[in-house]
């Protein structure tokens, strides 16, 4: 047999090779067709094969491919920083291009750090952040990532940054239930702000609705609002990760805009490029840069393909087809759909836990047993079971962590591309109830276990 070259996740598996996109669905070499119902990682949010965006990445290249950023700037990057502050009703001005979620997540913290520097404050240096949350692998952003799995092998490596509980009401941290909690989950920030002194800390960053860490959790009405009011209070900055929430996927341009809460810096990624080119942004306040802009006039973070040309060709044009109006009508048409069909697997099957999330942003907890959300033994591989039966079923899902400790939990997200139709919808929730049906087989005759 070939030996592969390629490094892939899991090194002794093999991957079928994809070799053709096309709206919501996937093929491989042997024209095997997949849903993909979780628009690969949270990405997709267009489907493949889009000819609008083909044709803007395509033009791009004709004219220049490559720019440094420090000699010139180019159309497409201008004109997506336009559109990004227009479509956040000019709130957010400045924006700063990266290639990925993690590089946007490293910006941020800098431009955190260096916008109390640049005022005077170097001690305000320290990040705040919570545990069950997942904001990238590069070592800043993994060091205020509270996913121990993906933390433990490079512990010494990592800065340190404190870490509040997550608003996880399924598995409260408190063992409270809400509105009666008071939501003790985000006073902690007021507790330990008061504890090791604001005058220390930057920011504190969140995912507003908590992704790949654990499975879609959504804070309770309040939240976030009580969040922003604690970090003004403290005069700390709020860095809001919306790299999966982000361009729509949960409704809203911003899921933050939920709650009508504005943090100080934005981080965009995954769907921003939705795949067809590797690119990230941080937005931010005039208030952030002003002092940068009075001090040393310079961001200190930056990468070679930042504000690369191709990327921003592509972002562009997925933001223009997301900001117009239809666009918006039909999404919001499809998320009611859509959580129409879902909550129709409410009480169908005694392993689903909690089923949670916003938009087209679902997550799926898994439990051996509902009344005690006892979770599967690790060893049992729940999740992993689950996503190799519905592959073969030609369903794609993600895989997400779950569980307080962030090890033994399973769970899935849903995240269909935007553009789903409904009865595409019906074809997903089809192979998702196979599928589940599938794993109930497997349970009975205890193969698992
Ligand atoms: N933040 C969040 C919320 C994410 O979900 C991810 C990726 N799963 C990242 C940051 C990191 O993005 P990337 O993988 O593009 O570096």
Redesign the pocket.
């Known amino acids: 047999m070939h030996r592969s070259n390629l490094i892939k996740p899991l090194l002794d598996s093999t991957y079928p090779v994809a070799t053709k996109g096309e709206g919501i669905y996937l093929y491989d070499d042997s024209g095997k067709k997949y849903i993909d119902g979780c628009s690969g990682?949270?990405?997709a949010n267009l489907g493949h094969g889009n000819e609008v965006i083909i044709e803007a990445i395509s033009q791009q290249l004709k004219k220049v491919a490559f720019t440094y950023r420090s000699q010139f700037t180019n159309e497409p990057a201008e004109k997506l920083a336009e559109l990004l502050c227009k479509m956040t009703g000019e709130l957010y001005p400045w924006t700063f291009l990266v290639n990925?979620?993690?590089?946007?997540?490293e910006t941020a913290i800098k431009l955190a750090i260096q916008h109390w520097q640049e005022k005077g404050r170097p001690q305000k240096n320290k990040i705040i952040s919570r545990w069950i949350?997942?904001?990238?692998?590069?070592n800043g952003?993994l060091s205020v990532s509270g996913h121990p799995i993906r933390r433990e092998k490079f512990l010494n490596m990592l800065g340190e940054s404190s870490m509040i509980e997550a608003p996880y009401c399924y598995r409260c941290p408190f063992g409270k239930a809400f509105p009666e909690c008071g939501l003790q989950c985000a006073r902690q920030l007021d507790t330990i702000l008061g504890r090791i002194g604001s005058d220390q800390i930057a920011a504190f960053i969140a995912?507003p609705i908590?992704?790949?860490?654990g499975a879609a959790i959504t804070p309770p009405e309040g939240y976030y609002e009580l969040i922003k009011e604690i970090c003004d209070r403290h005069n700390i900055l709020l860095i809001s990760?919306?790299?999966?929430?982000g361009c729509f996927r949960t409704g809203k341009m911003l899921a933050s805009d939920h709650w009508e809460v504005r943090p100080d810096i934005i981080?965009l990624?995954?769907g921003l490029g939705a795949g067809y080119t590797?690119i990230?942004a941080v937005i931010v306040t005039d208030e952030i840069i002003d002092p940068i802009l009075k001090g040393s006039n310079i961001i200190m973070s930056g990468h070679t393909m930042s504000a690369n040309p191709l990327s921003a060709a592509g972002a562009l044009a997925v933001l223009e087809i997301l900001s117009s109006e239809q666009s918006v009508e039909s999404i919001t048409e499809k998320i009611t759909y859509f959580h129409n069909l879902i909550d129709q697997l409410k009480g169908k099957f005694d392993f689903i836990g909690d089923i949670r999330g916003k938009g087209l942003l679902i997550g799926i907890e898994f439990v051996q047993n509902r009344a005690l959300k006892t979770p599967y033994p690790r060893g049992a591989q729940f999740t992993e079971t689950l996503i190799k039966t519905a592959k073969n079923n030609g369903l794609l899902l993600y895989p997400a962590s779950s569980g307080t400790d962030g090890r033994n939990g399973d769970a899935i997200i849903l995240s269909p591309p935007l553009i789903t139709t409904e009865d595409e919808m019906d074809e997903m929730y089809r192979l998702l109830v196979k599928s589940f049906e599938a794993m109930e087989a497997t349970l009975s005759k205890k193969e698992m276990l």
């Open positions: 990682a949270v990405t990925s979620g993690s590089e946007a997540i949350s997942y904001h990238g692998i590069t952003a995912e908590i992704g790949a860490a990760d919306e790299v999966m929430t981080c990624g995954k590797p990230g």
